[in-house]
T-cell receptor, first 111, second 115 residues
Framework: DQQVKQNSPSLSVQEGRISILNCDYTNSMFDYFLWYKKYPAEGPTFLIS?????DKNEDGRFTVFLNKSAKHLSLHIVPSQPGDSAVYFCAASDYGNKLVFGAGTILRVKS | GAGVSQSPSNKVTEKGKDVELRCDPI?????LYWYRQSLGQGLEFLIYFQGNSAPDKSGLPSDRFSAERTGGSVSTLTIQRTQQEDSAVYLC?????????????FGSGTRLTVV
């Protein structure tokens, strides 16, 4: 029962272009959505979050969009940089105690 | 400490042996979480502590897995009679509050290999 799904295992983007990472969810009770970034041999690090009552949150080069009717969110990175190459995890919070994570998308930014 | 500390960073063990994985959360963080990431998979929730109690143990895969937390600080995850399918990276995270969009701070993980 995968409540959070990242259907693209990998994405390759040219430096300077936009990276768009997608995530779908099934549980309409999720109240917050988060994105984490993970480099090899390190733990995931928190990147950006969005409340279920919002449809957009922006932080520098990173913007998260939420479409509640479609149960879909996306992370936009503009402009993409080689240092952005990592695994990106989408996660959702269900008003409480734990985050439910997707399987991750590997982003490669080519210089 | 400055971050979440996990030890050991790597552990190779023989099938059937017991292992203990340690997590030292950020000082003052009351919530502590264990996740694991198997090869090619996402992060799988194992257990959550609030203080020393574990209100949610729903992710522990079997009764071979147990965890405790003492003094509202250090936590130990114990796997008894390890099996090859237990091989994974075990990640610990802590947070100063539960819920909301604040996120957790993760440690670097313990890579467990059962041979």
């Amino acid at each position: 029962d995968q409540q959070v799904k990242q259907n693209s295992p990998s994405l390759s983007v040219q430096e300077g272009r936009i990276s768009i990472l997608n995530c779908d969810y099934t549980n309409s009770m999720f109240d917050y959505f988060l994105w984490y970034k993970k480099y090899p041999a390190e733990g995931p690090t928190f990147l950006i979050s969005i409340s279920s009552i919002k449809d957009k949150n922006e932080d520098g080069r990173f913007t998260v969009f939420l479409n509640k009717s479609a149960k879909h969110l996306s992370l936009h990175i503009v402009p993409s940089q080689p240092g952005d190459s990592a695994v990106y995890f989408c996660a959702a919070s269900d008003y409480g105690n734990k985050l439910v994570f997707g399987a991750g998308t590997i982003l490669r930014v080519k210089s | 400490g400055a971050g979440v500390s996990q030890s050991p960073s790597n552990k190779v063990t023989e099938k059937g042996k017991d292992v203990e994985l340690r997590c030292d959360p950020i000082s003052g963080h009351t919530a502590l979480y264990w996740y694991r990431q198997s090869l090619g998979q996402g992060l799988e929730f194992l257990i959550y502590f609030q203080g020393n109690s574990a209100p949610d143990k729903s992710g522990l895969p079997s009764d071979r897995f147990s965890a405790e937390r003492t003094g509202g600080s250090v936590s130990t995850l114990t796997i008894q009679r390890t099996q090859q399918e237990d091989s994974a990276v075990y990640l610990c995270a802590s947070s100063s509050r539960t819920g909301g969009g604040y996120g957790y701070t993760f440690g670097s993980g313990t890579r467990l290999t059962v041979v």
